[in-house]
């Protein structure tokens, strides 16, 4: 069984910084792209960051240059380096690993519970 967390979250001011993580656990499996998305309240949930097996990054337009995803494979964790947060970053953030059963190489998109961050002074 595998379980992916989120933490980090929590109450900042405008310009201020966070770093999520995101870390999956369970046995025999490699953690393959992750994505961290948000949810703010209505309004659909959108990608923020993207990072590929092989630590290829992509990033939504209006975080670019501001937030960073890096992964540690052997902690088997994501993290997610916002800086110069604004109110508008308040959301939800979820993320969504692909992970891939190490015998029978099939991969499964598992999601976290969600870390909320509020951006306000």
């Known amino acids: 069984q595998v379980h992916v967390v989120e933490s980090g979250g929590g109450l900042v001011q405008p310009g201020g910084a966070l770093r999520l993580s995101c870390v999956a656990s369970?046995?025999?499996?490699?953690?393959?792209?992750v994505g961290w998305y948000r949810q703010a309240p209505g309004k659909e949930r959108e990608l923020v960051a993207f990072?590929?097996?092989?630590?290829?990054?992509k990033y939504a337009e209006s975080v670019m240059g501001r937030f960073t995803i890096s992964r540690d494979n052997a902690k088997k964790t994501v993290y997610l380096q916002m800086n110069s947060l604004k109110p508008e970053d308040t959301a939800v953030y979820y993320c969504?690993?692909?992970?891939?059963?190490?015998?029978?190489?099939?991969?499964?998109?598992?999601w976290g519970q969600g870390t909320q961050v509020t951006v306000s002074s």
């Open positions: 969504k690993a692909a992970i891939v059963d190490s015998l029978s190489e099939i991969a499964d998109d598992y």
């Open positions: 369970g046995s025999s499996f490699r953690l393959s792209g």
């Open positions: 990072i590929n097996s092989y630590s290829v990054t």
